[in-house]
């Protein structure tokens, strides 16, 4: 039963299964967690009376490849980020400055109504207008920069995750064959690297998830801008 046990185990610190899914724009592989039973599969008798490889890890060389493209893609989300972020500082003032007109136009149209001055009066209504129709287009422009910084900002940080679960991926594939399934000792540090492996992975998926909010964010944005500049 003993023997049985360890070859299992060591069976499962061999294997490597590649699956490709779609991160951050490009196609990607990533590892997975093992959930088909296997067909020659038996019930244990208790909980102790197998150990299951739960992380098929890949290769070093495939793992290295996918972190140089990972650091390059956020060096992109990130410069992506700050001239979005610029953007939105710009279009921050602009709004400040209309409404600064658009207080100053309604000031003069009060005063010439007062007056009795019908053509200012006429006149600065019209300036307000034009204002205020501007003013609505760009805080809709500006919603969309910030929910696209916001987007962006995100993006980055889900490819952090990734970058950090590469590693924690990488740590495995290089010990995996170098760990002796009867040394107690070495079987527990590979559990523990698993471990963190599994902990990084569910930070990974919790900032695509986070992602795919922020996208459907700026969706939403592009759709309210579009209806300004439709009315």
């Known amino acids: 039963m003993l023997f049985t046990r360890l070859?299992?185990?060591?069976?499962?610190?061999?294997?490597?299964?590649?699956?490709?899914?779609?991160?951050t724009g490009?196609?990607?592989?990533?590892?997975?967690?093992?959930?088909?039973?296997p067909a020659n599969s038996i019930i244990p008798s208790s909980a102790a009376d197998t150990l299951e490889a739960l992380m098929m890890a890949r290769g070093t060389d495939t793992v290295r490849l996918e972190k140089?493209?990972?650091?390059?893609?956020?060096?992109?989300?990130?410069?992506?980020?700050?001239?979005?972020?610029?953007?939105?500082?710009?279009?921050?003032?602009?709004?400040?400055?209309?409404?600064?007109?658009?207080?100053?136009?309604t000031a003069k149209e009060k005063l010439a109504r007062?007056?009795?001055r019908d053509a200012d009066r006429?006149?600065?209504a019209s300036e307000k207008r034009r204002m205020e129709r501007s003013l609505e287009l760009i805080q809709a422009r500006l919603a969309l920069r910030e929910a696209q910084a916001e987007?962006?900002?995100?993006?980055?940080?889900?490819?952090?995750?990734?970058?950090?679960?590469?590693?924690a991926e990488l740590a495995i594939a290089e010990r995996r064959d170098q760990v002796s399934p009867e040394d107690?000792?070495?079987?527990?540090?590979f559990q523990e690297l698993t471990s963190?492996?599994?902990?990084?992975?569910?930070?990974?998926?919790?900032?695509?998830?986070?992602?795919?909010?922020?996208?459907?964010?700026?969706?939403?944005?592009?759709?309210?801008?579009?209806?300004?500049?439709?009315?």
């Open 7 to 23: 070859r299992r185990y060591a069976a499962g610190l061999a294997l490597v299964c590649l699956v490709p899914v779609g991160a």
């Open 26 to 37: 490009a196609q990607q592989t990533t590892p997975t967690v093992a959930t088909a039973v």
């Open 68 to 105: 140089d493209r990972l650091l390059g893609e956020r060096r992109d989300a990130e410069s992506r980020w700050a001239a979005l972020s610029e953007q939105a500082v710009r279009l921050r003032a602009a709004v400040g400055e209309l409404k600064d007109g658009i207080s100053a136009a």
């Open 114 to 116: 007062k007056d009795k």
């Open 122 to 124: 006429i006149s600065a």
């Open 151 to 167: 987007a962006a900002r995100v993006e980055r940080d889900h490819i952090d995750a990734t970058i950090r679960a590469d590693d």
């Open 184 to 189: 107690t000792t070495q079987r527990t540090a």
């Open 196 to 231: 963190r492996w599994l902990q990084a992975l569910r930070t990974k998926v919790a900032r695509a998830y986070d992602l795919e909010d922020r996208r459907f964010k700026v969706v939403e944005a592009q759709m309210q801008l579009l209806k300004r500049q439709r009315a």
